[in-house]
């Protein structure tokens, strides 16, 4: 079947949703999400109020919309890297990624992904569907396949385990407001987890 071409007025509403978005990031991201309204975006994107809500239920719709953004940018990241790293390596290029995005974006802007997912959240955050999830449960299943991870937990299980682990050091992040190296603190860590993850190794209560 073919797929319908965008008609004109289909190229200007993204066009116009488009930039409402990245004024309204690049207002948050510079001022914090509590100092900036939805008036202010409207006036820096020129268009009327009425229109950012047609194409935005909230200033946290904002903050949900990253998600997608985000998803694309670490299938880039994951293909342009992964062919020189060994297993481990990639698993660990989840952990790598979310660090450099979280530092690009700022404790401000994530410590609002996380607010926002709270109270008005989808469940997409969390989805097994998103390529945070699907990429590294792939790589632990190929790293199980030739021998690098224990075999009687499976990727599936392992994969959320890293996820969890990966989202409590975000969240530590920002309490302590990013006053360390978050992509050093997450890649440690995680190298420690990782290592029980590794076929020799038998920790009692993971099945």
């Known amino acids: 079947m073919n797929q319908k071409k965008p008609t004109k007025r289909d190229l200007q509403a993204?066009?116009?949703?488009?930039?409402?978005?990245?004024?309204?990031?690049?207002?948050?991201?510079?001022?914090?999400?509590?100092?900036?309204?939805?008036?202010?975006?409207?006036?820096?994107?020129?268009?009327?109020?009425?229109?950012?809500?047609?194409?935005?239920?909230?200033?946290?719709d904002i903050v949900v919309e990253t998600y997608l953004i985000i998803d694309k940018s670490y299938r880039e990241f994951y293909a342009e890297n992964a062919p020189r790293c060994n297993s481990i390596e990639k698993i660990l290029l989840t952990v790598v990624f979310q660090a450099r995005h979280a530092t690009h974006l700022g404790v401000g802007f994530v410590r609002q992904i996380y607010k926002s997912q709270l109270y008005a959240g989808t469940e997409y955050f969390i989805s097994k569907e998103r390529p945070f999830y699907t990429i590294l449960r792939d790589a632990i299943s190929s790293a199980q396949l030739e021998g690098t991870i224990r075999e009687d937990v499976s990727a599936e299980k392992l994969a959320n385990i890293i996820l969890s682990c990966g989202r409590g050091m975000?969240?530590?992040?920002?309490?302590?407001?990013?006053?360390?190296?978050?992509?050093e603190r997450m890649t440690n860590q995680l190298a420690i987890i990782i290592e029980g993850m590794r076929k020799e190794s038998k920790i009692e209560g993971i099945h």
């Open 14 to 60: 993204a066009e116009t949703k488009q930039k409402i978005f990245d004024t309204a990031f690049r207002l948050i991201t510079e001022k914090g999400f509590e100092n900036v309204t939805v008036e202010e975006i409207a006036k820096e994107s020129e268009v009327a109020k009425g229109l950012f809500y047609h194409y935005f239920k909230s200033k946290d």
């Open 170 to 183: 975000l969240y530590d992040w920002c309490l302590n407001d990013g006053k360390y190296d978050l992509e």
